[in-house]
């Protein structure tokens, strides 16, 4: 692969997807505000880059995935940002999930300095992330799209067009809505299971291939049962997606009462100290209230 590959954010999903990009042959970039974060990838052959204006300047595509939409909009719309310091013809794809608008405003930025950017976030989780298997939800100029598909899918499998810039992120708030109201859904047939004084692992052979079944209920009920509350999805960000998707649900007068709710008992379980844990971890918040 001759094109170079810029990626700035190093966490739980990054590390998976920069790891599939160099299997898959690419030259990676990279660069965190944590420069440790970063030192196993740096061993496996990674190439270090100072700050995001450095990287932006080497690379051909930027790709970023970072934590809260005030990050997305400074590295690249800062005055040392991607977009002032990218070469022109790059293409820049921002993977956080973040706001529908500010997309379109790093769309339109982008344009006016011959720059392509989609945005383009993702749902699979750390587990995805590692196995190249994400859902990549895309919005922008669908040449764009087509021109770095390649990369796409060295990260992953379900790869969508969605539609003009904005559209990425709309769909990946609309997953959110799902997730949120499933994971309520989960927890409590979780709790009920037990306190009926059922074997809980017997109750999920029965009903995760029926039609209640969803990845949530095969994939995370088991680990609340377990007790493992280890993060592959913090709460810290659910709750940030809930906040952009109810945001964006009330510019255009929807009602979200199941988000809504959601969003409430998860900030009630950050305040518990549960911010770190994983998106599971809500049956705690379950338990404390039994």
């Not at 920069?18 to 660069?31: D, E, F, P, S």
């Not at 087509?146 to 904005?166: C, D, L, S, W």
């Not at 059922?198 to 009920?221: E, F, P, R």
Request: hydrophobic share 40%; with cysteine; net charge negative.
């Amino acid at each position: 692969m001759t094109q170079t590959v810029g990626f700035i954010g190093t966490g739980v999903m990054g590390k998976g997807m920069i790891r599939n990009l160099m299997k898959a042959g690419y030259t990676l970039h990279v660069y965190t505000r944590t420069k440790a974060k970063a030192e196993e990838l740096l061993a496996e052959g990674a190439i270090w880059k100072e700050t995001p204006a450095e990287l932006a300047a080497a690379s051909d595509v930027v790709i970023t995935i970072v934590g809260y939409p005030r990050d997305v909009e400074e590295i690249y719309l800062g005055e040392n940002g991607i977009v002032e310091q990218a070469k022109a013809g790059s293409y820049i794809i921002d993977m956080t999930t973040s706001s529908p608008r500010l997309a379109v405003d790093i769309y339109q930025k982008a344009k006016e300095k011959q720059l392509y950017a989609l945005d383009a976030p993702v749902s699979g989780g750390d587990i995805g992330a590692r196995d190249g298997k994400l859902s990549i939800m895309v919005g922008g100029d669908e040449e764009a799209f087509q021109a770095v598909k390649p990369i796409f899918e060295a990260m992953g499998t379900n790869i969508r067009y969605q539609g003009e810039a904005g559209a990425g992120q709309h769909t990946k708030l609309a997953n959110q809505i799902a997730i949120a109201g499933n994971m309520l859904g989960v927890c409590e047939a979780m709790v009920y299971a037990e306190k009926a004084g059922l074997d809980q692992h017997k109750v999920l052979t029965s009903i995760t291939t029926g039609a209640a079944g969803s990845w949530s209920l095969s994939n995370l009920a088991p680990k609340m049962i377990d007790g493992d509350f280890a993060p592959g999805f913090y709460v810290k960000h659910f709750i940030k997606d809930m906040t952009i998707a109810l945001e964006s649900a009330e510019e255009m007068g929807l009602l979200t009462p199941a988000l809504k709710q959601a969003k409430t008992m998860y900030e009630e379980l950050a305040a518990m100290g549960e911010e770190n844990s994983g998106t599971q971890a809500l049956y705690r918040w379950y338990q404390s209230k039994s």
